[in-house]
């Protein structure tokens, strides 16, 4: 009966990185519902629901300041490992931890066991596993993550132009439009000479015919 009134953590990526880069860059500074929703581009309601996950890992206290734990986990050293084992002991029990270590990253098995254990449904299981895995991340990611596009948008890019054939065969004929493909035309042509035709008749019938058939 106790584990269906625990509340497991549900953190976006997006959030859950670019707090730690917040923290970073300003550990004195406390984190608020204005920077979550602003800076992330989250609606309020949203921002205040994360920033209440956040306080119950430990990364801030009640006023928003990083905790020391919060201090901890942006660093990239064995602080980070220290923090991160603390977040996970703190938020789930240890039959998870075991079942699935985060990092072996064996989605099945935690999605299975918040259904099982914890009584969720297949989404809410699925959703409750990939924050468990994102806290307990082992190594951290080198970049920050991006929440603003950058002023310089990415250009389009121009095709090169067609550069025209040093030379076309009879076969490809182009006349500011698509390819066309010529079809060559055969054409047979029967004479029928009188046995009775003299020479000079018959030199003068091809003689004729090479005039008309150029």
């Given at each position: 009966?106790?584990?269906?009134?625990i509340?497991?953590?549900q953190?976006?990526s997006?959030?859950?990185?670019?707090?730690?880069?917040?923290?970073?860059?300003?550990?004195?500074?406390?984190?608020?519902?204005?920077?979550?929703?602003?800076?992330?581009?989250?609606q309020?309601?949203a921002?205040?629901a994360?920033?209440?996950?956040?306080?119950?890992?430990?990364?801030?206290?009640d006023e928003?300041?990083?905790?020391?734990?919060?201090?901890n986990?942006?660093?990239?050293?064995?602080h980070?490992?220290?923090a991160?084992?603390?977040?996970?002991?703190?938020?789930?029990?240890?039959?998870l931890?075991?079942?699935?270590?985060?990092?072996?990253?064996?989605?099945?098995?935690a999605?299975?066991?918040?259904?099982?254990?914890a009584?969720?449904?297949?989404?809410?299981?699925?959703?409750?596993?990939a924050?468990?895995?994102?806290?307990g991340?082992?190594v951290?990611p080198?970049?920050?993550?991006?929440?603003?596009?950058?002023?310089?948008a990415?250009?389009?890019?121009?095709?090169?132009k067609?550069?025209?054939?040093?030379?076309?065969t009879?076969?490809?004929?182009?006349?500011?439009?698509?390819?066309?493909?010529?079809?060559?035309?055969?054409?047979?042509?029967?004479?029928?000479?009188s046995?009775?035709a003299?020479?000079?008749?018959?030199e003068?019938i091809f003689?004729?015919?090479?005039?008309?058939?150029?």
């Amino acid at each position: 009966m106790a584990d269906e009134k625990i509340r497991y953590p549900q953190i976006p990526s997006k959030v859950w990185w670019s707090l730690r880069e917040k923290i970073k860059k300003s550990p004195n500074s406390p984190i608020s519902e204005t920077f979550i929703s602003v800076e992330l581009g989250v609606q309020t309601t949203a921002a205040k629901a994360y920033l209440s996950e956040i306080k119950a890992v430990g990364l801030i206290d009640d006023e928003g300041r990083p905790t020391e734990r919060g201090k901890n986990w942006r660093l990239d050293d064995e602080h980070y490992t220290q923090a991160v084992e603390q977040m996970l002991s703190d938020a789930y029990p240890a039959e998870l931890i075991d079942i699935a270590p985060p990092g072996e990253n064996d989605r099945a098995k935690a999605v299975s066991w918040f259904e099982t254990a914890a009584g969720l449904g297949q989404g809410a299981a699925g959703n409750k596993a990939a924050t468990y895995f994102l806290i307990g991340t082992p190594v951290p990611p080198n970049e920050p993550p991006t929440t603003k596009p950058s002023n310089g948008a990415a250009k389009k890019k121009v095709p090169p132009k067609a550069t025209k054939d040093a030379a076309t065969t009879p076969n490809d004929v182009s006349v500011d439009g698509p390819k066309i493909d010529v079809v060559p035309i055969n054409v047979n042509v029967q004479i029928h000479i009188s046995a009775d035709a003299t020479g000079e008749q018959i030199e003068a019938i091809f003689l004729n015919m090479k005039k008309y058939l150029r």
